[in-house]
């Protein structure tokens, strides 16, 4: 791989990537930094490494299981990632891991770990039916709750493992865009700095204490999300 550097990343990459496209890659990242930098309100003092694939199958080789992937973060300072024609896996969630472990620490539950990355990014894309799907966090959970739901938020929101198993029959992922969804519900409604104390202590109970009643809690968000959104 080839290799470059600046004042805040090095960048391995494969040898075919383009000088344009290094310099987009870079670009969006910087943009990662600076969102960060006022969404915690402090300066990122490390350097972040970049590495830069051509395919799916290289990323998963990456990660050790050679499951091919479009991108995974690795602590503490490692984003591995595909860039190419068709796919550009560029943007805030990946870094979001790295500084949530880092500035948070890191909840067990993976719709709280997810949702945090997910709220960063604007959109989540969809394959349904084979077909790339484009909407925001919060058109996603409307279509959810619209739908004849499969399973309840409860069930996947400290249960990691049936979180990541809940695809719908027509294979749309629902649970990372309701993840992202509640939790800009919860720093809208709530605050950021409520938010805040619910991820570094992210349980039931925590949730009860810091919002109230957890099925109040829960009808409340759809019921945000549904007549607001």
Not at 61 to 81: I, K, Q, V
Not at 150 to 158: E, G, H, R, T
Request: hydrophobic share 35%.
């Amino acid at each position: 791989m080839r290799h470059t550097k600046n004042n805040f990343f090095d960048i391995y990459y494969y040898d075919e990537l383009s000088d344009s496209d290094l310099k987009s890659i870079i670009i969006e990242h910087e943009k990662s930094y600076k969102f960060f930098e006022f969404f915690f309100n402090r300066k990122i003092d490390f350097k972040l490494k970049l590495f830069v694939y051509d395919k799916p199958e290289d990323v998963g080789a990456a990660y050790g299981d050679n499951d091919p992937c479009n991108g995974f973060a690795r602590e503490p300072n490692e984003l591995h990632f595909v860039y190419n024609e068709k796919i550009k896996c560029i943007g805030n969630h990946e870094l979001a891991h790295i500084l949530s472990y880092l500035y948070m620490g890191r909840p067990d539950s993976s719709f709280i770990r997810e949702g945090f990355a997910e709220f960063t990014e604007e959109y989540w894309v969809n394959m349904i039916n084979g077909e790339s799907v484009r909407k925001t966090h919060y058109e996603w959970a409307n279509l959810y709750f619209a739908s004849n739901k499969k399973f309840d938020i409860k069930d996947v929101l400290f249960d990691s493992e049936r979180f990541h198993q809940e695809v719908d029959k027509d294979g749309c992922f629902y649970t990372y865009p309701l993840s992202g969804a509640f939790t800009r519900f919860l720093v809208e409604k709530y605050g950021q700095d409520t938010y805040l104390d619910f991820y570094k202590n992210a349980s039931e109970e925590n949730l009860t204490l810091l919002y109230g009643n957890y099925d109040l809690i829960l009808s409340e968000f759809e019921n945000y999300v549904v007549k607001e959104k």
